[in-house]
Each structure stands twice: as C-alpha cells, then as structure tokens.
C-alpha cells in the first residue's frame, strides 16, 4: 500500500522552513528519501532505517518515528536549489527489500 | 565514476510492438531495479535483479520482463504495448539487495506510444 505524503505542495520563500510527512499503514523498515526536478532523475537525499533514527545532509534532516510508522523530511533555510519534487519511498522488510514503494509526492518551489 | 547510464534517452514506438530498453549500473554495483514513473506520480517498482536473478516482481503483467547479465547490466522488455505504457522508465543500482543500500537512479528512458 502506498505511503502517503502530506503536503501535496508547498511555496517558500528563500530562507524559510518546510516538513514533509510520509505516513505507512504498514510497519516501516526503512524509509528512502528523494528529491526530482522537473525532467531529471530522482536524486538520493538519504535513508532512515527504523529505531528513531535522524540524519542530516547539510541543512536537510529527517527523522523517522517508528510508533507513528512514519519520516518527516525538514528543510531549513530553503534554497533556490530545494525546489522540485520530494518523494519518499518505503521498505517494509521481508521479501520487499530492495523494493521501494513511494508516495504521490510533494511539490515544494522557492521563491526569492 | 559514471553513475547509472540508460538507453535509449526517448522512444516512440506503436500500440502492439515490442520495446528493450538498456541499463548499466554504478561500478561495483551488484543490483538493477526497474521502475515505472506516470507524470505526476511517483516511480512504481517492477523488478529487481541482483547477481542475475530476479529477487522482485511488483504489480506488472507478464507482457514486461527483464534479465540481468554478467556484467551486471540489465534489459527490460515490454511487448505487446499499450497506450497506457507511456512513461518514464527508471533503472536503479545499489550495491546489494538489503534494505540499507541507497537506489541510485539512472536519468530514464521516455516512451511514448502512439
């Protein structure tokens, strides 16, 4: 089942903050985050396995909350360059490994 | 080190002919997944292959099948197409098949069918 996103969009201005959610229904094994610009590949952010664990890529983290069976991506700070598509895309163990199921997306664009 | 490379970049092809299209991964890397991405959706697993063998099949109709060959690149083959097969096909390398391992996508294959 796929994982559901929230928000569907989002417009910054430069310098300010956004979440984006990724929920499961499912029990979660790891959660894959990206980020797509319009016509290119999805580019690889990072990987939260589950335990609560939180990373961070300069100023862009996330957290994975393994009660909620859910990530949240946090971009600080925004810049020019955040703007496009972030997907997440989930593992649910098992004899799923390797295959990432993801969200509809969230569009986020930044203004100057 | 070159990242994931696919062929052809487009393709426009015929409701009812047959499509192959090219993947190489990442140096080093043993695992080729295939994905399916609509416009304004997100990419949607089709298979997984790791040291030759299909480790995952998702929700696809047996009219899409993929191999993986000794040098670790891959081929996905769509016969018989439908208008609902235009999309954007992405390859995927990693360098194993465990849960840990980043996807790295490759810059896709657009298909069109007319």
């Known amino acids: 089942q796929q994982p559901v996103q929230s928000p569907q969009a989002v417009i910054l201005r430069e310098g300010e903050d956004a979440v984006i959610n990724c929920s499961s229904s499912?029990?979660?094994?790891?959660v894959h985050w990206y980020r797509q610009k319009h016509g290119e590949a999805p580019v690889f952010l990072m990987i939260l396995l589950k335990g609560g664990e939180q990373k961070g890529h300069d100023k862009i983290s996330a957290s994975f909350n393994e009660k909620k069976q859910q990530s949240s991506l946090y971009l600080t700070a925004s810049q020019l360059s955040y703007s496009g598509t972030y997907f997440c895309?989930?593992?649910?163990?098992?004899?799923?490994?390797?295959?990432?199921?993801f969200g509809q997306g969230t569009i986020l664009t930044v203004h100057p | 080190d070159a990242g994931v490379t696919q062929s052809p970049t487009h393709l426009i092809k015929t409701r009812g002919q047959q499509v192959t299209l090219r993947c190489s991964p990442i140096?080093?890397?043993?695992?080729v997944s295939w994905y399916q991405q609509v416009l304004g959706q997100g990419p949607q697993f089709i298979f997984q292959?790791?040291?030759?063998?299909?480790?995952g099949r998702g929700n696809f109709p047996d009219r899409f099948s993929a191999r993986q060959f000794p040098n670790y690149s891959s081929e996905l083959n769509v016969n018989a197409l439908l208008l609902g097969d235009s999309a954007l096909y992405l390859c995927a390398s990693s360098s194993g098949t465990g849960g840990n391992q980043p996807q790295h996508f490759g810059d896709g294959t657009r298909l069109s069918i007319l």
């Open positions: 140096s080093g890397h043993k695992s």
């Open positions: 895309g989930t593992e649910w163990g098992g004899t799923s490994y390797g295959k990432l199921t």
């Open positions: 292959y790791y040291e030759k063998e299909e480790r």
């Open positions: 499912k029990a979660l094994y790891s």
